[in-house]
């Protein structure tokens, strides 16, 4: 099975770390993509996204970091994919998901697979960190050891007024 795990990944946490650990084990194969949102602003740049990504996904064997522009399904179709992944922290974002995975089926017939987040990891977001950052707070327990060199750089450059 040949999944596809989009996100802005603004930055990677744990909470997509332990969907990408449990994706990994029971996929052949798992695409994490940074995809490009034009409705967002981001903090961390492309480039330092797929650098984030890569070096947190490193222990994965059956995982590829990749970006992409444009509708998931078309990724999908592309990349010979059976499903998109996602992962739920709450039952709002299940209703989210829910529409998404609707048009996506419509669109080109690719189903949605829903991965539950752990409750340790339920309430972490990329918003959030991001938030704790724009305060000046450490957020080493909220991301990837591979990412937290990236954070910190970029924290280090970066004056947060408006994240």
């Known amino acids: 099975m040949i999944l596809v795990f989009p996100g ?5 946490t744990n909470g997509h770390m332990d969907i990408f650990a449990r994706a990994a084990a029971i996929a052949d194969y798992l695409y994490v993509v940074a995809e490009e949102n034009t409705q967002k602003k981001y903090l961390f740049s492309r480039e ?9 996904c ?6 590829q970091v990749d970006a992409f522009s444009g509708l998931t399904v078309d990724y999908c ?6 499903a998109i992944l996602r992962g739920l922290r709450s039952s709002a974002d299940y209703l989210y998901e829910r529409d998404i995975a609707a048009y996506n089926r419509d669109l080109a017939g690719v189903e949605t697979l829903f991965l539950q987040a752990r409750g340790a990891d339920a309430h972490i977001s990329s918003s959030g960190v991001r938030e704790l950052l724009r ?21 280090a450059k970066t004056v947060y007024q408006e994240v």
């Open 8 to 12: 802005s990944f603004d930055p990677v």
């Open 77 to 82: 179709q592309k990349m010979g994919a059976d």
């Open 135 to 155: 305060f000046g707070r450490d957020v080493r327990d909220y991301v990837p050891a591979g990412a937290y060199p990236y954070i910190l750089a970029k924290y």
């Open 58 to 63: 490193a222990p994965f064997a059956n995982v």
């Open 48 to 56: 330092e996204r797929l650098a984030m990504l890569r070096a947190a």
